[in-house]
């Protein structure tokens, strides 16, 4: 008996839909493809990371479903309780792991002390390393990690956290570093030394900073394929000592603001969480929520790198 056709591109809408639809709430990465094998044969291969907002009820029937093995069933009322309570549980951990290390920045706590100036920092932590205290790379590799502002760079070594890599270290300090932490959690710091003429600050520069994070991003992501780290990835970024800087815009460009706009009204930014739920998207449209924040916080409307479409756009610094 001839097996039945489907066309493969058909079903795999299908299948998107129901996730789509079906779901409460919205289920994040999951990524299906279809495959081709001899014969015009194809096979869809699903794959469901680790729910980030879990539990997820089925909109047709309202019931929520937990897999064991080979099988499925309907989840009591406690085990319905208890998922919610670890799904806020999971959330608290990420942003407290965030406030304790920006912290121990301003504490000055960091593999190697750095210069003075603004600093960024940027956080990303794969959501299949917030339940696991395994290791998910192997230490005695030493990859070389990329780094903010830096085409390679210059130190890296093992540490007690993990592996470390960092540019310009000097007796004096260092300029920016990359800690990937054992769990596979990823912190990037970047300092800004430039001093400006104007009210003496310094210049976060506002189109050359984004292609630093963006660049930076496209770098990891063969990283988060070595170790294991699938999305969801939860990006957080930071603005520490921001009152001492000023969001660098070009003097053409500036006749288009009052006198406060680019400037900072606290001395920590801390950009509201970004779920980055697909490896596949353009790094600037993934990461464009967090730039515009950023120029929120100078006063003004939208990240200017973008046109009005939302796409990016190159513009003098």
Same mark, same amino acid.
């Given at each position: ?24 709430? !919205? ?103 917030? #339940? ?103 990006? *957080? ?25 680019? *400037? *900072? ?30 120029? #929120? ?17 190159? !513009?003098?610094?």
């Amino acid at each position: 008996m001839q097996g039945l056709r489907i066309d493969p591109d058909a079903e795999v809408l299908r299948l998107q839909d129901i996730l789509l639809n079906g779901l409460e709430e !919205r289920l994040i990465g999951v990524q299906i493809k279809s495959i081709q094998l001899k014969d015009a044969c194809h096979v869809i291969v699903i794959r469901v990371p680790q729910s980030l907002n879990g539990p997820h009820r089925v909109k047709t029937n309202q019931h929520f479903f937990l897999r064991e093995g080979p099988r499925k069933r309907q989840m009591n009322i406690p085990e319905v309780r208890n998922d919610f309570i670890k799904l806020h549980s999971n959330a608290n951990r990420l942003k407290d792991f965030r406030i304790e290390r920006i912290s121990r920045i301003l504490a000055g706590e960091t593999p190697v002390p750095l210069f003075e100036g603004a600093i960024a920092v940027l956080h990303f932590l794969p959501f299949n390393a917030v #339940n696991t205290d395994t290791t998910l790379f192997t230490t005695g590799n030493h990859r070389n990690l990329p780094v903010l502002s830096a085409s390679y760079p210059s130190f890296h070594r093992l540490n007690i956290d993990g592996i470390f890599s960092a540019r310009n270290v000097t007796e004096n300090g260092c300029g920016a570093y990359t800690q990937l932490y054992r769990n596979g959690y990823i912190e990037a710091v970047r300092v800004f030394t430039t001093l400006l003429p104007e009210r003496n600050f310094y210049n976060i520069a506002s189109r050359a900073y984004e292609e630093e994070i963006i660049e930076f991003y496209q770098k990891l992501l063969p990283e988060f394929e070595t170790m294991g780290a699938s999305p969801p990835v939860v990006f *957080f970024l930071s603005i520490l000592k921001a009152k001492s800087a000023t969001l660098g815009i070009n003097l053409s460009e500036r006749v288009y603001l009052d006198g406060d706009q680019g *400037f *900072f009204d606290r001395n920590t930014i801390l950009i509201p969480d970004l779920l980055i739920s697909d490896f596949t998207h353009p790094a600037e449209q993934v990461l464009k929520p967090a730039f515009d924040l950023v120029w #929120n916080a100078a006063g003004i409307t939208h990240s200017w790198n973008f046109d009005k479409n939302g796409n990016w756009k190159a !513009r003098p610094n």
